[in-house]
């Protein structure tokens, strides 16, 4: 995932948008340009490039690389703690990604949640 960054494909967007759409407290709101998902404050799941990568318990993300075929997420080459991208094939079916989400948003929640921080002043 090195090199240049480019805007995710529409297609992959929509999916992204439908999944997360009607989840209860979930927002949804750009990240470095790229469309995420929030729960509490907390980065949830979101697209970068053509991949989208959901926050896992380390039982789960063990589970997303080992069994489903996902990857750590690594935007600057190296791993991002608790992030897995989800294979094409998962993200394509709706029940499965819809799975993985709720798995997500399961571990989300037991996150603290993190209150706005107040804008700096120059």
């Known amino acids: 995932m090195k090199g240049k960054w480019k805007k ?41 490039q053509d991949h989208m990568m959901v926050r896992l318990s380390q039982a789960d993300r063990a589970k997303a690389i080992a069994e489903a075929g996902g990857v750590p997420f690594a935007p600057r080459g190296r791993p991002m703690r608790e992030y897995v991208v989800l294979p094409e094939a998962i993200v394509a079916d709706t029940r499965k990604l819809g799975s993985w989400l709720k798995r997500a948003i399961a571990y989300v929640e037991t996150l603290p949640a993190k209150t706005a921080k107040k804008p700096r002043r120059g």
Request: net charge positive; charged share 5%; hydrophobic share 50%.
């Open 8 to 48: 995710s494909p529409p297609g992959l967007v929509a999916t992204f948008d439908a999944a997360i759409t009607g989840k209860p407290g979930v927002v949804g709101r750009q990240m470095f340009g790229y469309p995420a998902a929030f729960l509490n404050g907390n980065l949830l799941a979101g697209l970068f």
